[in-house]
């Protein structure tokens, strides 16, 4: 009987879909996520779609923060730099939708570029800091380069057309989304297993011995701040596109903190890690407010305390995963599959 | 020429409170390898707890003083001992993000029991603004510089002369050599905590007084860190002495700089110094070099 993991040749270690199993509940996820439109209604579309621009966002930290081991704290601000990037040349220069939102990645990965360049000198808590002290740059940035973002009053962005048709409900876009999410989560799983992923993984277990090993630090630390980026770019662009109007207001520091609160409950350095992470922080506020609403309907007045719990919840939520399951959901995930495996034989 | 100098003397006053504020960041991240993110919001917490003994106790206020200097000691162990002990050894990210959730529930709890309701602080200082001859410094910042220069004094004397000072030192120096010398190095860092709270919860009163408190006052701590970065982050004269640079740099940035971007430049000036600094010389003024090149 077959009772574990056997990988004999490289090539099967290194296979994306590790099992037929595997391939089979993929298929049927991937049939339930066609499907899913079809069934939901608009609020449920609505979320499914914020839970889209999370799970590329997500992914783009984690390639950086989990697989590469550069701590980001400025990952709201590349979101933003997309976000305005493709609301700029849709509203400005009468870009099309679909090569706006590569366009919102390019320059995204610019500015990741840019901000990669501290990571050349220094790393752990200090790249840490420059990274936080980026987010706050590009606030300023967004909140008084006037002439191009119109400050805080924001950018209205006309509803996105393909080949003539008008995107207009959550139902149209959540199939722009699900191509979006499919593309980088595919991307994402095979860089991972080429040449420079792999890099990746070797620069943040041990810089130095990836060094002497031959793998080019500069380039790869670099070319991780750029991809990262491009994926927050992208995310960006599609979700202000989605919420029809792009302000500062939308990119804080606590946004930075809840992508990295993605990675680290879903797993660091798991790419169905972060999709678990980018599920499980969106999804948290929408059941409090639901919940909210419950109390408002039975104890009025009380719903008020709903407010702050959402905060108070997520740093808990942050601080518990961090003490008692630091490498996420995607560990759990793992150690339920562990189980069933072998059930109900596992000893 | 006069407003220069009285903008420089402001910044100075204003520095005062910085370098008291870094001094908490560079006394628990030297004992503890720690940089807490959620300093800011001890401050709040600081403030509101004096705030609430002040004006829903209605003791006076060298009591109110003490008795939030007893709530952050309290604080500070509950942090080490329930938070960060379980993630010694534990790579940078894990420890920065607990601070940071620690932060977070902190400003959520605070949000529930005292509401965001913006509020002032009652007078505890004369209100006369302080004449220097050559500039007038307002009385809160006045009062506050006195207030940041004595807890610095104070907690630069304990490190220095005291047996649990030299304890501290020795500690930060060497975990395993201090261990050896028989200095319980649990208690270390939980005393680091209490320090670091203690320095965060005086500044917490005394901004609290210039500007009034409100939930979100703690974000100065970001600008903080700044300071403790220009400073060296387990240098302590050089938090004192960057938090004056940063102070003074800060405030011109609001003379010259603001009327040109239309304000909010003096906000973001700490940053954009930040970002040269680690371009420059990461390990700050008086920090140990121990960066190495990668």
């Known amino acids: 009987m077959r009772c574990g993991d056997f990988k004999e040749t490289y090539i099967q270690d290194e296979a994306i879909f590790q099992s037929l199993f595997v391939k089979f509940w993929l298929c049927l996820l991937f049939l339930f996520l066609l499907a899913f439109p079809f069934m939901a ?124 048709y008008a995107i207009k409900t959550e139902k149209d876009f959540y199939w722009i989304t699900l191509f979006f999410v499919a593309l980088a989560v595919g991307y994402a799983r095979n860089l991972i297993r080429s040449r420079t992923g792999r890099a990746f993984i070797a620069i943040r277990d041990r810089d130095l011995s990836a060094e002497i090993i031959g793998i080019n630090l500069f380039r790869s630390k670099l070319s991780s701040f750029a991809i990262s980026s491009f994926y927050a770019g992208v995310a960006g662009a599609l979700w202000m596109t989605f919420l029809k109007v792009v302000t500062p207001d939308h990119f804080p520091f606590l946004l930075s903190i809840q992508y990295l609160a993605m990675i680290i409950v879903g797993g660091l350095g798991s790419v169905l890690g972060s999709i678990f992470g980018a599920v499980f922080i969106t999804l948290t506020p929408e059941l409090l407010n639901y919940l909210s609403e419950i109390v408002k309907a039975s104890a009025p007045g009380y719903e008020e305390i709903f407010v702050p719990m959402k905060e108070v919840i997520f740093g808990v939520l942050i601080v518990l995963f961090l003490i008692f399951e630091p490498r996420g959901l995607a560990e759990i995930w793992n150690r339920i599959k562990a189980f069933f495996r072998l059930w109900p034989f596992s000893y | 020429m006069d407003i220069l100098i009285q903008v420089i003397v402001t910044g100075l006053a204003t520095g005062g409170l910085y370098g008291l504020i870094a001094l908490g960041f560079v006394l628990i991240y030297k004992a503890t ?164 709270a203690m320095a965060a919860v005086i500044g917490g009163i005394v901004i609290g007084n210039i500007s009034g408190i409100s939930v979100y006052m703690g974000d100065i701590g970001l600008k903080v860190l700044a300071v403790i970065i220009l400073g060296g982050l387990d240098s302590i004269g050089g938090a004192i002495l960057a938090g004056f640079i940063i102070g003074v740099l800060e405030n ?43």
């Open chain 1, 41 to 164: 209604n608009a609020y449920l579309l609505y979320v499914a779609n914020m839970i889209g621009f999370a799970i590329i966002g997500a992914i783009g930290l984690n390639l950086l923060t989990g697989f590469t081991g550069q701590i980001s704290l400025g990952h709201a601000a590349f979101l933003g730099v997309g976000a305005y990037t493709s609301a700029i040349l849709v509203t400005r220069l009468g870009f099309p939708f679909w090569l706006s939102v590569p366009c919102a990645g390019l320059v995204a990965a610019l500015a990741g570029l840019i901000i990669g360049i501290p990571s050349l000198r220094v790393k752990g808590l200090y790249l840490c800091i420059a990274t936080l002290a980026a987010q706050f740059i590009f606030e300023f940035i967004f909140t008084r380069w006037e002439s191009m973002t119109k400050g805080i009053t924001g950018i209205h962005i006309p509803p996105p057309t393909i080949a003539g």
């Open chain 2, 33 to 196: 390898s720690v940089l807490n993110l959620a300093m800011g919001d001890f401050m709040t917490l600081g403030a509101f707890v004096c705030f609430t003994m002040l004006t829903q106790v209605k003791v006076p206020f060298y009591l109110a003083l003490l008795l939030t200097l007893v709530a952050a000691i309290v604080l500070g162990i509950a942090v080490e001992r329930i938070i960060l002990r379980p993630l010694i050894g534990e790579p940078v990210i894990s420890v920065i993000m607990v601070t940071i959730g620690l932060g977070i529930i902190l400003k959520g709890g605070m949000y529930i029991i005292w509401t965001p309701i913006f509020r002032s602080f009652p007078q505890i200082f004369p209100p006369k603004p302080f004449n220097l001859g050559f500039a007038i410094v307002p009385s809160g910042l006045w009062w506050g510089f006195v207030f940041a220069i004595i807890g610095t004094i104070a907690f630069l004397l304990i490190f220095k002369f005291s047996r649990t000072g030299v304890a501290m030192r020795a500690v930060a120096s060497d975990q395993q050599a201090a261990l050896s010398m028989g200095i319980s190095v649990r208690w270390v860092f939980a005393l680091a905590w209490c320090f670091g």
């Open chain 2, 252 to 294: 011109l940035t609001g003379l010259y700089i603001d009327p040109l971007v239309g304000g909010g430049a003096k906000d973001v000036a700490p940053f954009f110094i930040l970002v040269l600094i680690l371009m420059i010389r990461p390990y700050g003024l008086f920090g140990k070099e121990l960066i190495e090149r990668v």
